[in-house]
């Protein structure tokens, strides 16, 4: 709930995927850690409180180059990371190769997505530290850490869902979140004619939108959860589970009467369910269990947070967490309009998925999403299902054809067609960020956290003609992209059906120490579990994502 004086938390007209470069910005002027969050505009960026960026092994930063990708000839190696990001595109034979398929049902996708938008925020503000011109030198870890800054306080605790609180005071010509009393505003469903599809069940709840400005920008804490409809919906869910749970307080624990008071109680529930979730469904299914329960139950954490301060780690942010690019699928099997039976479609293609949100224009000039697109869970969640597209692509080093041509980047007409190409292609700027940032090598990490780092072998297994061609004329195979290298552990060693062993040490590292780090956390509450949390109305607690859509009511 923000005060007067006090930075605002919603965030709006946010590019994905940049970061923002700050020069201007006194120390006196940020907020300490754990204050308030961010602004309401990259704009000013220079002007409000920020968090930083770091390294998650600060040996290895004070080393630079030693333990980074090749710059003996920076030309060069450029040109191999585009082409490497080139053909890590998947062919038609592999789209088709059921061999790719996941074990990991689609909603872990976009819960991974939810939950970096939660914690980090940043847009290119400035052009020392881009990935369009030229010349592209990696950029000295020392300088990385003074001008880069998230536009985030780095926890898992909802403030991209919450904003501002229902108490703040209105500012003039700045978007809040809506609520209603202490519950959120829904957005309502556009209808359609019956020719357009059916309406989705249950037919008679129309509030499955997010809430909208009448040029269809959404009302939420991060307009980034409207870039695509899967997110979309599952920021949905997450305003309908907090709204769910102000009434299961009022019904289940009367020791909470004021408004305020049941507020802060149903967010508490909502925010510390979310955050078990993260560690006890979210990374047990994408990462090793073995080394979540490690990092889970040991006494430090490689973040270090309590002699280095708040930060976000540069590993994290530009290469590990960028893992469940490679689990979106071309298309989905999202409702029973646009997928089985298919009464419009067989399937909702990727490219849909973008156009069906505000940012998109819901691909028609309705001003809300249209009444056929809602999402049907249940085609998401199961981890049993017989059919191959309800669940993701594998961890591995391909990327669905649609996200090397997205259709809402890269379309400003004044941009030279050469950066147009490279916004639209998203393992070209993966790579591109990751060599600029100055991220350490896969192999140095590897080593640092004493793994036998992938032999040339591992990191041919597997490689088209073409990925092995541009490894060896890069000289990358010895020194090889960290993201590149956490996909193919996974790839090589886990075949593809979760994390190998580094990317779940940094991902689970960052994740479980950014919830320690938070005081208001559910670790820092005694003995706190889902059983102490919200029921289901059969009386179960809620211990899967599946469950949470369950009381959202979305599922």
Known sequence: MAEQGQVRRVITNLAHGGHAILDSADQDEKVSPRSAVVQESADTAAHVGTTSFDYLFPDLAEEFPAHHVPQDDVAKVVMALLELGTVMVETQDELRDPHLESPIPPVYTYWGQFVDHDLTAATDNDKKINITDEDLPPIPPDQVIQKLENLRIPALNLDSVYGDGPFAAPVANKDAVPYDGIKF????????????????????????????????????????????????????????????????????????????????????????????????????TVARPDVVDRVDTAEGNLLGMDRRGTYMPVEFSVAAFRFGHTMVRGAYDWNRNFGRPGDRAPIATLDQLFQFTGRGGFAASLPTLPSNWPVEWDRMVDKNSQFANRFARLIDTRLAPPLAQMINEGNDPGLPERIKDLLKHLARRNLLRGYRLAAPTGQAVANALGVQPLSRAELERGSSEAVRNVLEAGGLFDRTPLWFYVLKEAEVRELGRRLGEVGSRIVAETLIGQIRNDRGSYVSQTNWSPARGVLLPNGRPVRTIADFLRFAGVL
């Open 185 to 284: 505003r829904l957005g309502l469903l556009s209808p359609v004619p019956a020719a357009a599809g059916v309406l989705i069940p249950p037919v008679d709840d129309n509030q499955r939108d997010l809430p909208r400005k009448a040029d269809r920008t959404p009302l939420v804490g991060d307009t980034r959860n409207d870039e695509n409809l899967v997110v979309a919906q599952l920021h949905v869910a997450f305003l309908r589970f907090h709204n769910a749970a102000v009434d299961w307080v009022r019904d289940n624990e009367p020791e909470w009467e004021s408004d305020a008071e049941v507020f802060l109680r149903a967010r508490d529930l909502t925010r510390w369910t979310y955050q078990w979730l993260c560690v006890h469904d979210y990374l047990r």
